[in-house]
């Protein structure tokens, strides 16, 4: 049984070979880079204040070729769970079925439902493993971006904990791995044609890794809420808009900075609990000192509303993300075995 | 003919119908929001001095839903002629040699030169039209993104249609993508005779293409403007030095015009070789840039101009639909001589 996967499968394992051979090259290239500009800018050596340096760091990314690497890196991880459920899922069983030779394989010493489950977990085992190292790599190569986000930026792109960066490090990409070759392997089953299944695998795959994302996982953990007063000299945003006819507006941003975290929502409300929206006083909009309008903003009493997930949950969300995953992966896994051994062939 | 032809990619024809609807749905209930943003920081009626509202509103799209729209939408964008490379390309006529029907479709009246010539080309307008819908749907709702960003020099979101990813994703180029991604799919199927090798091959030549030709073919189409500017006319995104003293300069803008494509800027001396920060200038200063400049130090840029946008697209276009038709004339003679 081992055999027969091994040769049914080694076209599909070469070019996953060799697609892992190729980044490992792009990312052991270019990863030594990535770590003498972190020494050069002094962060391994720094103890205190550090965070400027780390910003700069960080801001350089943005204009140079490793950042464009780390958005290809994202890619690349977000595609081969969805290639795998493509190529490897979707055919394994719908091609026997297509061409007829289920008949000659079923009819073998090895039962049917041993024939699935030997496919199911061996190649399901690839595919994790596929996923895993892919991850392994990239996270090996951004490991230095990593370490200098933690002194500071909460907002930055390049955050491990915000939503895109989130699905292509740590575990996630494992449980994705598998949950993909499963959905497949399903539809295989279930439409018995190799292109309408790999199609449908692909619409099913995008739109629950989209629902996930947006619906479920922000809801794994709840995100920690605060307050805190809002101080206009400390502010980020102050911004006052004309719409027209209609009365200024005024949208406040208070500063706060948590390093590592993920901010979700930042939120200035007045002492009412509403949103404060403006409209914005004199001392804002005649052309007066900078300090009158802050005075007038600190006279509101607003307050600052933060929902975040503080660094410390990466990966308690990176496993909750992974058995979600997993769970659904298996009881496909167990739907497929279940139709199969029905069957009549 | 043409019955058959639509007999057989009518589910194709349906999802890819769905989608767009799909994706139409979506545009439509958030661009007014984004319009709705853009106005609201001045930018419709702004005439002069337009860039600190310019980046307010982009600003405010950053970190927000609409920018994980945006993102998402140039992200399907370049999905789509791959799709269509991968499920109406590489299967039509692998499908025909796998299920052996090709024996029966090139023994009627119709001729197997005119079978291919139609599939072929029916299909290929169906990619093209399809391609050019989203990117037609995405880029109106992009719009105010991009009108903010050619009115200031630097934007928080890097945003600049004419450089490498959005380059593809608006604009004609997709059309010609489709087209391109379509007629790949046909030849590796009327090559390789299999479904899935020849989908795998699709996606892997496409995908490979996608990637080295913003980097070695696009910015020789039209050959570059070739420059040396002082360092006063030039505003920088990132200035660091090497371990030896290189110095290392990236530039956001030229002479103040926003939406160049800037492919290279080396800071080189006086005599045009590479430079190193001389030692006289004190870093993280204020005064660093000045002080560069006195020592004769100047930038080396290779860059095409913003006003060639449209030139660009249209010669991106052409050489894409150029492969097209060569690879479809291969299938042609392919199917026509084959026994």
Not at chain 1, 117 to 132: D, M, N, P
Not at chain 2, 307 to 314: E, V
Request: charged content about 10%.
């Amino acid at each position: 049984m081992v055999w027969l996967t091994w040769r049914q499968f080694r076209w599909q394992a070469g070019a996953a070979a060799a697609l892992l051979a190729v980044v490992a090259i792009v990312l052991g290239v270019t990863g030594p880079g990535l770590v003498t500009r972190y020494d050069q800018i002094g962060l391994p050596s720094c103890h205190t204040a550090c965070t400027a340096l780390a910003s700069q760091y960080i801001n350089e990314l943005e204009f140079t070729t490793y950042g464009k690497l780390f958005y290809a890196g994202l890619v690349v991880m977000y595609l081969v769970p969805a290639l795998i459920g493509i190529f490897w899922g979707a055919p394994l069983i719908s091609r026997e079925l297509e061409t007829g030779t289920f008949r000659l394989a079923w009819n073998q010493s090895v039962t049917r439902t041993r024939w699935t489950l030997g496919k199911l977990s061996l190649i399901g085992l690839a595919s994790v493993a596929t996923a895993g190292l892919l991850s392994l790599a990239i996270s090996w190569w951004a490991s230095p971006i990593d370490h200098a986000l933690s002194y500071g930026q909460s907002g930055s792109h390049f955050l491990r904990l915000s939503p895109l960066v989130f699905g292509a490090r740590g575990v996630a990409p494992l449980g994705y791995g598998a949950f993909a070759f499963a959905l497949g392997v399903t539809a295989g089953v279930l439409i018995r044609r190799a292109v309408p299944a790999m199609a449908v695998t692909l619409v099913v795959f995008a739109a629950v890794q989209i629902l996930m994302a947006t619906l479920v996982q922000p809801h794994l953990i709840p995100p920690v809420q605060t307050t805190a007063p809002f101080n206009a000299s400390t502010a980020n945003e102050v911004v006052i808009t004309s719409s027209g006819s209609g009365p200024l507006t005024m949208i406040l941003k208070g500063n706060f900075s948590m390093p590592g975290a993920w901010i979700l929502s930042n939120q200035t409300i007045a002492p009412s609990g509403r949103v404060f929206d403006g409209p914005p006083g004199r001392a804002c909009t005649a052309n007066l000192p900078q300090q009158d309008c802050n005075n007038w903003l600190n006279s509101l009493h607003l307050r600052q509303l933060i929902s975040y997930q503080p660094a410390s949950r990466f990966w308690p969300l990176q496993f909750a993300e992974t058995g979600v995953y997993l769970v659904l992966a298996a009881g496909l896994g167990a739907l497929c075995t279940w139709q199969i051994r029905r069957r009549r062939a | 003919m043409i019955w058959l032809t639509w007999r057989q990619f009518r589910v194709q024809a349906i999802v890819a119908g769905a989608t767009l609807v799909a994706v139409a749905i979506a545009l439509t209930a958030t661009g007014p929001h984004l319009a709705a943003l853009f106005d609201s920081n001045g930018l419709a009626t702004c005439r002069t001095s337009c860039g600190t509202d310019a980046s307010n509103f982009i600003n405010q799209v950053k970190g927000s839903t609409t920018e994980l729209i945006f993102y998402g939408s140039i992200f399907l964008v370049y999905a789509v002629p791959a799709l269509i490379g991968l499920f109406w390309g590489a299967p039509l006529v692998t499908r025909e040699f796998e299920a052996g029907t090709f024996r029966l479709a090139w023994n009627q009246s119709v001729s197997r030169a005119r079978w291919i010539a139609v599939k072929l080309g029916l299909i290929g307008l169906a990619a093209i039209a399809t391609a050019g819908l989203f990117s037609l749907m995405t880029s109106w709702w992009a719009s105010p993104l991009y009108q903010a960003a050619q009115k200031t020099g630097q934007n928080s979101l890097s945003i600049n249609r004419f450089s490498a990813p959005l380059f593809g994703a608006t604009g004609i180029a997709p059309v010609g993508y489709a087209a391109f991604a379509f007629a790949l799919g046909v030849t590796a199927g009327v090559l390789i005779r299999r479904t899935l090798p020849a989908m795998a091959i699709t996606l892997a030549i496409f995908a490979a293409i996608q990637i080295f030709w913003p980097a070695l073919v696009r910015p020789h189409l039209i050959p570059p403007v070739h420059g040396t500017e002082p360092l006063s006319a030039v505003t920088f995104n990132g200035i660091f030095t090497s371990n030896n003293g290189q110095l290392f300069m990236t530039i956001g803008s030229i002479r103040g015009q926003a939406g160049d494509w800037v492919t290279s800027g080396r800071a080189v001396d006086a005599t045009g070789k590479a430079a190193y920060a001389p030692s006289a200038c004190a870093q993280l200063s204020n005064t660093f840039i000045p002080c560069l400049a006195r020592h004769g130090i100047r930038m080396a840029v290779t860059y095409q101009p913003a006003s060639r946008y449209w030139a660009l697209q249209w010669c991106e276009t052409g050489a894409f639909l150029a492969l097209a038709l060569g690879l479809g004339g291969f299938c042609y003679w392919r199917i026509r001589r084959s026994s």
